[in-house]
Every structure is written in structure tokens, then in C-alpha cells.
């Protein structure tokens, strides 16, 4: 197996395999990702994409192979995987906000239980960042009572609120309402520009064009573009991305 | 009905002691049941296999059992006690553990994985994904289920009174023994003070409930 290794290297999956009992939902995937890249991963459901955004903060555990951030090897279990998770944000499809903490506690509880920051600078810190996402006057309200749109950004600022090396981006705009994706995604590509390095999941193919540096496409468990995205929408080499791709924009 | 209003001293003596081993119990049972609850869930098997041994064991026993082996096996082993009560409160406390272990599992697997996932994300080690996401929400779902354990605690801790403790039910059946033409009011009075503790329980529970729900 051939695998170019950047040095500067912040996410490496080397030869990573996973199976769900017969199924093969991983096979043999390496990728790598330099800080302050934007990788977009597509393909048809099914394909294992998700699977792999939960495997590099080890939401999803893997058989074989090996996977690193910022040089580091994910820890097994215990207090090393949770303080290497301090560093990786993750952005669920479903928000999963705390649904008994108000928007400000959710943005706080990290930075105060896991990182030990004072309340007082928590709580500013929250502010700000609920402001950039443009949800700052929803504070003190409960999850419940945010449009989907407003609580995937709150779950965007709860990400960013432990500083991480990474964010991962699991379809983040697949349960939103059409009217809403573009808030998130807005949100999305303010952040690709200001440097955060992020592995994005998602079917939004104008979030690949805009904002990737990088388009990963997977089918059955497997890497089988790796590409910029003027050349991946523009000149997919494989039968299996130009039939994705078509299927898309029949529509 | 003049039988009550001549026992009132023993019925307020009886209630309060009820009440004192309801409340006692009922504190260290939601503590030791919300721990076996954790143990259950934790990803030590050793304490799964402990907290699943316990509880089938314990919830699938008579009290009375339980009230044996703390009054009479207990002291064999060395354990004495200088009141029956102490023997009452581990027997009381130890069964309604297992119950309130079970509710609070049951409302531990009612919270969406995901709310797990998302602070396991953000760097919780398990026993803050447990303490500060986990079990918050669990026991605001189980408050009704919980409230029956207790109101049941409440109704068991009449055992402790064939144990020599002179609780309510202790101190009814010396009066139905001194009053033996008026043993069915001896009867309506030690329910109606069963009712005291047990009807507000209830109202309050209500309230408790509606307080704390949380909206999806």
C-alpha cells in the first residue's frame, strides 16, 4: 500500500478498515488532512462517510488501521480519548443540543467542566461566539425553542467554544428545513475562510464548490476520488463518481 | 371514633417515626439506586455484573426477607445494633434501591444516544457524560415511576412494625390489642395517617414533574 504521508499531517486515516458484521463499511481508507484544509466528503448514501467522520474522533471504533491527530494516535478509551476529543469539534446532523441546559450553558459546560476555564470568561467567551453565529439573543432560551437552523449554529459555537485543532462536519444540514440550510452553511464557509481546518459531510455539492479545498467521493466504503472540486464536478474519472454526479443534476 | 382522638400522642409518635423512616430510606435508596443505575450503564463489566445481580436479586425477594436478614443475619455476622430501626432502614433502603435503580435505567435508555455523543464530543470523561448530561435528564423522565417506589416505601415501611419498631402500623396493632371494641377506627386512624404522608407525595410529585420536563 502506497500512502503519502505529509509531514504536516493534522487528521491521518492510514489503512483504516471497519466492518458491521458481514458489511465492509471501511475499506483500506487513507486521507489526509493539512491544517487549515477543507475536505468535503460526498457520496451516495450508504457509503460510509459518516462512518468515517465518527471513526476520527472515535465515536465509531476501527478494526484495523491507524488514525492520528495533530501527530497523536487516537487513544483507546479513558481520559487520553477524552482530552484528544477536547481538540476535535464535532457538529452532529441531528444538533443534539443538551436539551436541559439553556443556549449559553451548552457553549459554556466544555469550556468550564473539561478545559476548567472560570464562568465568568466562559460566559464571554459564549456570548461572542453565539454573536458570530448571529444567535446571541437566544441565550438564555432552551433548545427546544430555537428553529433548527438557530440550534445547528448554536451547535457550530458549542464546537468552537473548546478552541479544536479540527472540526467535523456530520451532514450538518441534512434534518434542515430548504429555508435554513444557507444560514448554516453561511456560517460554514465564514469559518473555512477564517483558516479552521474541517472534514465536512454533506450533499451540499455548492458548499463543496465554494468553500473545499479538497472533495473526497466514497462509494461502498471506499475512497475513489480525491480531488480539487473544479476537477472533480468539472472531469470525475471514475464511472462511479460521473454516475453520482448525473443522478445529481438531472434534477 | 373517640378511640382516635384518645391515641392521638401515639398516632403522632407513630406517624413521625414513619415518616422518619420513610424519608431516611427513601434518601439513601435514590442514592444507592441512582449508583446502581450508573454501575449498569458504566463500561466496567465487573460493576454491570454486580448492579444486575443485586437488583434481579433484591427486587425479586419478599421484604420480608430483606427485614430478616437485617434484624436477625446481619447481628450473627457481627453487625449489632443498639435500635431496631437501623435494621428497618438498611432492609427499607436496600429493597427500594433495586427499584429505583430499575426506574432510573429505564429513563437513562430514554435519553436520545445522542445527547451522549455530543458530550463525549466535547471532552466529558464518562462520569461527567453521566453526572451532567445523562443522568439530569433521566430523572426528570422518571419522576412518576419514582414516586410510586416511594409512595410503595412509604406502605412498607409498616413491616418494620412486626420488627418491634413502633411506627404507625407498631402502635395500631398495640391499640386494636388495648381497644379491642374499637379496632376498626384504630384501623381508619393509622390510615388516615398513612394518607398524610402518601396523598401530598403525590401532589407534590405532580408538581415536581411539570417544573422540570423538558421539551424535545
Redesign the interface.
Same mark, same amino acid.
Given at each position: 500500500m502506497t500512502t503519502q504521508v505529509p509531514g504536516n499531517a493534522l487528521v491521518s486515516l492510514n489503512a483504516v478498515n471497519k466492518h458491521y458484521g458481514q458489511l465492509h463499511v471501511l475499506k483500506d481508507i487513507n486521507l489526509h488532512v493539512r491544517k487549515g484544509e477543507v475536505v468535503v466528503v460526498i457520496g451516495p448514501s450508504g457509503s460510509g462517510k459518516s462512518t468515517l467522520c465518527r471513526a476520527i474522533?472515535r465515536?465509531e471504533t476501527i478494526d484495523d488501521g491507524d488514525i492520528s491527530i495533530d501527530g497523536k494516535m487516537l487513544p483507546e478509551? =479513558?481520559?487520553e480519548l477524552? %482530552?484528544?476529543?477536547?481538540? $476535535?469539534?464535532?457538529v452532529?446532523q %441531528?444538533f443534539?443540543?443538551?436539551?436541559?441546559k439553556t443556549i449559553l450553558e451548552n457553549v459554556t459546560? =466544555?469550556p468550564i467542566? $473539561?478545559?476548567g476555564v472560570a464562568k465568568a470568561e466562559a460566559d464571554k467567551e459564549a456570548m461572542a461566539l453565539l454573536e458570530r453565529v448571529g444567535v446571541g439573543h437566544q441565550a438564555p432560551k432552551?433548545p427546544?425553542?430555537l428553529s433548527g437552523g438557530q440550534q445547528q449554529r448554536v451547535?457550530i459555537a458549542?464546537?468552537l467554544a473548546?478552541k479544536p485543532k479540527v472540526m467535523l462536519f456530520d451532514e450538518p444540514t441534512s434534518a434542515l428545513d430548504p429555508e435554513m440550510i444557507n444560514e448554516v452553511l453561511d456560517v460554514m464557509i465564514q469559518l473555512a475562510k477564517e483558516g479552521m481546518t474541517m472534514i465536512v459531510v454533506t450533499h451540499e455539492m455548492g458548499f463543496a464548490r465554494k468553500a473545499a479545498d479538497r472533495v473526497v467521493f466514497m462509494a461502498d466504503g471506499q475512497i475513489v476520488e480525491d480531488a480539487t472540486p473544479e476537477e472533480f464536478f468539472n472531469n470525475p474519472k471514475s464511472s462511479r463518481a460521473k454516475d453520482f454526479l448525473s443522478k445529481l443534476l438531472t434534477h | 371514633m373517640d378511640v382516635i382522638i384518645e391515641s392521638l400522642p401515639q398516632y403522632w409518635d407513630g406517624f413521625l417515626r414513619t415518616l422518619f423512616l420513610a424519608v431516611v430510606s427513601g434518601i439513601i435508596a435514590l442514592v444507592v439506586g441512582t449508583l446502581l443505575a450508573a454501575a449498569r450503564v458504566s463500561?466496567v463489566t465487573a460493576l454491570r455484573g454486580f448492579s444486575m445481580a443485586y437488583v434481579e436479586v433484591v427486587r425479586n425477594t419478599p421484604l420480608t426477607i430483606a427485614f430478616f436478614f437485617a434484624a436477625v443475619v446481619l447481628p450473627r455476622l457481627g453487625v449489632t445494633f443498639q435500635q431496631f430501626e437501623i435494621a428497618a432502614i438498611i432492609a427499607l433502603s436496600a429493597y427500594t434501591s433495586a427499584f429505583i435503580a430499575e426506574a432510573v435505567r429505564s429513563g437513562v435508555n430514554s435519553v #436520545?444516544v445522542?445527547?451522549a455523543?455530543?458530550?463525549?464530543?466535547?471532552?466529558?470523561?464518562f462520569s461527567?457524560v453521566l453526572s451532567?448530561?445523562i443522568l #439530569?435528564?433521566a430523572l &426528570?423522565t422518571v419522576i412518576p415511576p419514582m414516586i410510586n417506589i416511594l409512595i410503595a416505601l412509604v406502605k412498607n415501611s409498616s413491616v418494620a412494625g412486626a420488627f418491634y419498631v413502633l411506627e404507625l402500623f407498631g402502635y395500631g396493632k398495640q391499640l386494636a390489642n388495648e381497644h379491642g371494641d374499637a379496632v376498626m377506627w384504630v384501623l381508619v386512624g393509622v390510615a388516615f395517617f398513612y394518607l398524610l404522608i402518601t396523598v401530598p407525595l403525590g401532589y407534590v410529585a405532580h408538581q415536581v414533574e411539570r417544573k422540570v420536563a423538558?421539551? &424535545?
Open positions: 474522533n465515536l478509551e =479513558g481520559k477524552a %482530552s484528544l476529543r477536547a481538540d $476535535v469539534g464535532m452532529f %441531528s443534539n443540543l443538551f436539551a436541559h459546560l =466544555g467542566k $473539561v478545559k432552551l427546544a425553542q451547535a458549542r464546537a473548546m | 463500561p #436520545p445522542g445527547q455523543e455530543a458530550a463525549r464530543s466535547i471532552g466529558m470523561k461527567q451532567l448530561i #439530569p435528564q &426528570r423538558i421539551a &424535545r
